[in-house]
């Protein structure tokens, strides 16, 4: 499969020349294939948000490139509008930025920007309502009588309605109740499936992160630590709770069992794995094998 995102050697620097200045992501190299859902983790101020905002376009390297789809994307400053149809952001609390009079027109805004028909538009946001639970009478309210995990609904179909090839999403859960957090991270991973969007999630929750994403960024003080399918990464438990970042709960509790000599493997991190190995140890010791 072919990179839609490539970073080579990206670095950003905050306020560069000033006396405060910051580096905030250091020689990142790394390729985002096509279609994958990857889950983006680090711990505060370890540089998630500055590495997507150039995903887009939103932020210019400081030093290194960035190619979306094969293209150099600053090569030409002029066509950076391009990318950020290409690519839609839908930043760390994005109900801030909802500012129409109906649900309906926040929705429409991104994809009245792109030269399309009104019927096209109309289309384009009557489906990305659907497809994050918002029905016909909440399109003709406003956007503030609205609950929290709906205003984050309507901002995420803004972004959708643009139908952008990667879909880029900075803690669209945080702050939510588990109900919430699940409708809508269950909905993002259902338009994955759907559509082939490429889907890159940031998140604070290794819980959500287990349970969606297919592979993993891990980002420490500026630098990218790791990368890998999300079971290889969580069999790097001791290493993440080195970085102060936590692992799942059933993680822990295989890491535990290990810690007391129980032959398991480490790289367990859903449920459905964690039943299938314990029955399967269980058999084992029937056996008279050593568990
Ligand atoms: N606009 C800015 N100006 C100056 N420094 C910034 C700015 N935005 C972020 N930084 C600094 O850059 C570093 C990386 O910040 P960034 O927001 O990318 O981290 P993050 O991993 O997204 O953190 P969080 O988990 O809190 O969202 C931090 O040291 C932060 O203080
Ligand atoms: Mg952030």
Redesign the pocket.
Known sequence: MAAIIRAEHLSHI??QGMP?A?V??QDINLSIEEGDFVGLI??????????I?HFNGILKPTSGKLYVAGEDMWADPRQIRKFRFLVGLVF?YPEYQLFEETVEKDIAYGPSNMGLSEEEIRRRVHSAAEMCGIDEAMLQKSPFELSGGQKRRVAIAGVIAMQPRILVL??PAAGLDPEGRDNILSQIKAYHKQTGTTVVL?S?SMEDIAKYADKVIV?DQ?RLAMYDTTEKIFARAPELLAMGLSVPQITRIFLRLRELGVDIPTDVYTMPYAVKTILKAVENKKGGAPV
């Open positions: 905050y306020g405060d910051s905030a992501i680090g711990s505060t101020g370890s540089g998630k948000s500055t590495l905002n760390q900075d803690e940031v604070h980002m500026s």
